[in-house]
C-alpha cells in the first residue's frame, strides 16, 4: 500500500500537469475563435456523425438548452450542419462541415506540436500503463463516464 504522502503528491502532479495541459488546450482553441466546449463538440461530432443534440449533451454533461445554444453557435460560423432527424421530428442531426474539419484538424495539429515532446519521451507501453492507470484512477474517483474513447485535445 503505498504511503499517504506519496498519494498526496501524486495528486498535487496530477493537478499541477492538468492546470497546464488546459491552460495550452485552451490558449489553442482561442486561437482558433473557438471555446474549449466548442473544440470538444467539434471533436464529438466528427467522431460521431449523425448524433443528435441530446447525445452531445449528455456527452458534455450539459443542460439540453446549453447544448442546443452551443450547436447554434457551431451552426452560424458554418462548422457544422443540423437536420431534422428522419427517426423523430423534435430530434436534430449533427454533421459537421469541410470547414468545420479543417478547424478542427487544426485544433490537433496544435496539440499535437504542443505536446510532442511527451510523445517523443514515452514509448508506447509507457504511455499504455499511463492511460491504464488515468482509467483505473478515473473509475475510483467516480468519473469513467467522462472517460471516452476520443481523444479530446
Not at 48 to 58: E, K, S, T, V, Y
Not at 120 to 140: C, I, P, Y
Request: contains cysteine; aromatic residues 4%.
Amino acid at each position: 500500500m503505498p504511503a499517504d504522502s506519496d498519494i498526496l503528491a501524486v495528486a498535487r502532479m496530477l493537478r499541477i500537469a492538468g492546470r497546464e495541459v488546459t491552460r495550452r488546450r485552451d490558449a489553442h482553441a482561442a486561437s482558433l475563435g473557438l471555446t474549449s466546449s466548442q473544440a470538444d463538440a467539434l471533436t464529438f461530432i466528427r467522431e460521431h456523425p449523425g448524433c443528435m443534440i441530446a447525445d452531445l449533451g449528455a456527452y458534455s454533461g450539459s443542460s439540453h438548452q446549453a447544448a442546443r445554444t452551443l450547436v447554434e453557435r457551431l451552426r452560424e460560423r458554418g462548422l457544422i450542419e443540423v437536420s431534422v432527424s428522419d427517426k423523430d421530428a423534435r430530434a436534430r442531426v449533427l454533421e459537421i462541415t469541410p470547414r468545420g474539419i479543417l478547424l478542427h484538424d487544426r485544433f490537433l495539429a496544435m496539440g499535437a506540436e504542443s505536446f510532442g515532446n511527451i510523445r517523443e519521451s514515452f514509448d508506447e507501453g509507457e504511455v499504455r500503463d499511463l492511460k491504464d492507470t488515468l482509467e483505473k484512477l478515473m473509475a475510483l474517483l467516480g468519473l469513467e463516464k467522462t472517460v471516452r474513447s476520443v481523444f479530446l485535445w
